[in-house]
């Protein structure tokens, strides 16, 4: 069965980085591989939105809010999802959650203070 984790969230003033991972264990590497991949947050009282998407077959797709800014990315070979992010602003606060092989991670905390 697929279990995704992630990590790397953490609190960062406004204009900084930090680069959240997600693995994704008990995923065949041809699986995961061929899979879309996704990264979305979700902050209290609000629905969980998308964040930045790689699409199957090759492709991403960013938010506008985030465009620019996120670079989303992929290591097949250890199976791991990473979203870079940078300049980042207070209204990035949320749980970032990643989403593959129709599964969800259990979310990491991203904080940006002013």
């Known amino acids: 069965q697929v279990h995704l984790a992630e990590s790397g969230g953490g609190l960062v003033q406004a204009g900084g980085s930090l680069r959240i991972s997600c693995v994704a264990s008990?995923?065949?590497?041809?699986?995961?591989?061929?899979?879309?991949v996704a990264w979305y947050r979700q902050v209290p009282g609000k629905e969980r939105v998308l964040v930045a998407r790689?699409?199957?077959?090759?492709?991403?797709n960013y938010a506008d809010a985030v465009q620019g800014r996120f670079t989303i990315s992929r290591d097949n070979a250890k199976k791991v999802i990473y979203l870079q992010m940078n300049s980042l602003k207070p209204e990035d606060t949320a749980v970032y959650y990643c989403?593959?092989?129709?599964?969800w991670g259990q979310g990491t905390q991203v904080t940006v203070s002013s």
């Open positions: 008990g995923a065949s590497g041809s699986d995961f591989s061929r899979a879309a």
């Open positions: 989403y593959c092989l129709a599964r």
């Open positions: 790689f699409r199957a077959f090759g492709g991403t």
